[in-house]
Structure formats: structure tokens, C-alpha cells
């Protein structure tokens, strides 16, 4: 009796999805992604690429570069560059340093750690609206704070419609930002190492300086490229409590007269493109000396 053996049938199954990503070195899971990058397609791409093409197209002629003159030979529009950096950059500084030491603390357990946490972030809710409205009415020259420096026999002093009154909107809108990046990057240091410095005999103010600032630095370089950004958008604030055609009036002003009062949109679009411009500039340089700091491990959770 003689055995047949039979030959094996060759298949041509198409391989699956999950295994062609595979082959490229990539996960099914990916897909997951989709919904946001059509998100961000539809919502940013699209927005600013539209804008850039209308940016070239002057109202008046003169050929696809007119607007981007313009703004640089008009000192009236050139001039907000410099007085909206001079409002983003100290509020941002300000936000980030007055952060470190109140995270500092919290960091750890902390009796009523929620409720101040709760308490700092408040700002958050109110809105740069909401907040303006309240700085005009407690800081105006009538308001309940000038009136509290009057019992003193202090003179009312001008902190609204101004610079000052921009500052401390951007402060209270922008802190509270600042204060749960900073919280964040602080619980993320490994206390052990500050413990195994302090029994070798060094202070909490060389343990800082020595240990948790440096672990510490490229997190404040991110929280602050975030709450300049923040600030450096500022509209609402520079209109209510500034002067609008004046020491505050900022870039984005500027691209709003532009486009809804004058209706030259491209001369808007163009405003909002150099905004953009000077945004990257100034995060791309503190990103490069954020990457001259230390960039391992910090440990674990603190």
C-alpha cells in the first residue's frame, strides 16, 4: 500500500491592516489619531494657511509684499512689536518666578493643599473679561482700593487704563498656568535626592540651587514659552483696562482695526502673520537654551 502525499495548497491571503503597519513600523492604534490631526487640519492648518495666501494679496496693489512694508515702514503699526513684548515678557517672567516658591512648598503634603491649589487656579475661571471688569472697578480712582489708600492719606494712584492695569491683568489671568505647570514639574523630582543632600549637611537653599533648580530649569523654559504666549495673544485686557491707542496698544489691536474697522483683511492677515513670526522667534530661543540644560531623569514621583 502506497501513501499519497498531497501537495500543500498555496494561499494568497492579503495580509491584514495590523500587520502591513507592522512591516512600516507602525501601530494599528495610530489610527486613533486621525480624528485629531483632522482636527487640527480643519481648526489651524487651514486658518493660517488662508491667512498667509491673503497676506499677499495687498487691497491697494503694490505688489505681494505691500502689507508686510507697510507694517515695518508705518512706526504707528511697527511699534506694537515692541509694545506687546514689553507687555508678554515681564508678565511671563513675573508668572513663572512667583510660581516657583508657592509649588515649592505645595509640592509635599500640605494642610489645605486642595483648597489653595483650588484657590490659586480660580483665576482661570473668571475669564480675562470677567477680570478686567474687576480690576475697574477695585482699581479705579473711585474704586474700594484707592479708597482703602485714602484712609491712609495716600494719594489714588493711576492703575487702570494703563500699562500698569494690562500688567496685572495678564498676572492674574496668566499665574494660575504657570502655577500647575511649575506644581507639576517640582512633584516630578525625586525627593530623595534632596533628602540625600540634606545628610550630607547641605541647606534647603543649596539643595534648591544645586539639585532642584537645575532639574527644574527646562520645565520652567516650557512653562514660560506657554504663558508668553498667553499673554502675548492679549486683546480683551489691553482694550479694557489700556489705552487701546496708546501704551497698549498691541499687535493684535492692530490686526483687528485692520480688518473690522479699515476692512483691509490682508493688512489684518499680514499683522497676524508677524504676530506669529515674533512669537516663534522668541520661543525658538528659549527652547535653544533649554536644550543646553539637563534633559535625563528626574527621578520619580515626588
Not at 101 to 121: D, E, S, W
Not at 149 to 171: A, E, K, Q, W
Request: net charge positive.
Amino acid at each position: 500500500m502506497t501513501a499519497t502525499l498531497e501537495k500543500p495548497v498555496a494561499t494568497h491571503e492579503k495580509p491584514s491592516l495590523k500587520h502591513r503597519l507592522a512591516e512600516r513600523g507602525l501601530d494599528r492604534t495610530i489610527i486613533l489619531l486621525l480624528p485629531a490631526l483632522l482636527f487640527v487640519l480643519v481648526l489651524f492648518v487651514y486658518p493660517v494657511l488662508y491667512g498667509l495666501q491673503l497676506s499677499f494679496q495687498p487691497k491697494e496693489g503694490g505688489g505681494p509684499l505691500a502689507n508686510y512694508t507697510k507694517f515695518f515702514s508705518d512706526s504707528y503699526l511697527f511699534d506694537t512689536i515692541w509694545i506687546t513684548l514689553r507687555l508678554a515678557v515681564p508678565a511671563a517672567l513675573i508668572n513663572v518666578l512667583a510660581s516657583i516658591p508657592i509649588a515649592y512648598r505645595m509640592r509635599g503634603r500640605v494642610r489645605g493643599k486642595r483648597f489653595l491649589t483650588t484657590l490659586f487656579v480660580l483665576p482661570i475661571t473668571l475669564g480675562t473679561v470677567l477680570t478686567a471688569e474687576g480690576l475697574l472697578r477695585y482699581l479705579d480712582p473711585t474704586g474700594w482700593f484707592n479708597k482703602v489708600l485714602g484712609l491712609f492719606g495716600v494719594d489714588s494712584l493711576p492703575l487702570i487704563h494703563n500699562y500698569t492695569g494690562v500688567l496685572l491683568s495678564l498676572i492674574i489671568s496668566g499665574f494660575p498656568f504657570a502655577f500647575l505647570l511649575t506644581l507639576s514639574y517640582l512633584s516630578g523630582i525625586d525627593p530623595t535626592l534632596e533628602h540625600a543632600a540634606a545628610t550630607l549637611g547641605a541647606d534647603w537653599r543649596r539643595r534648591f540651587r544645586h539639585i532642584t533648580l537645575p532639574l527644574l530649569a527646562p520645565g520652567l523654559a516650557i512653562t514660560f514659552c506657554l504663558t508668553f504666549v498667553l499673554a502675548f495673544s492679549v486683546f480683551p485686557s489691553a482694550y479694557l483696562v489700556g489705552l487701546p491707542q496708546g501704551e497698549t496698544r498691541v499687535m493684535s489691536i492692530a490686526a483687528y482695526e485692520a480688518a473690522f474697522r479699515d476692512f483691509d483683511y490682508p493688512l489684518g492677515s499680514a499683522i497676524a502673520m508677524i504676530m506669529a513670526v515674533v512669537m516663534l522667534v522668541v520661543i525658538g530661543i528659549v527652547l535653544m537654551w533649554r536644550s543646553t540644560l539637563y534633559r535625563g531623569a528626574t527621578g520619580g514621583k515626588g
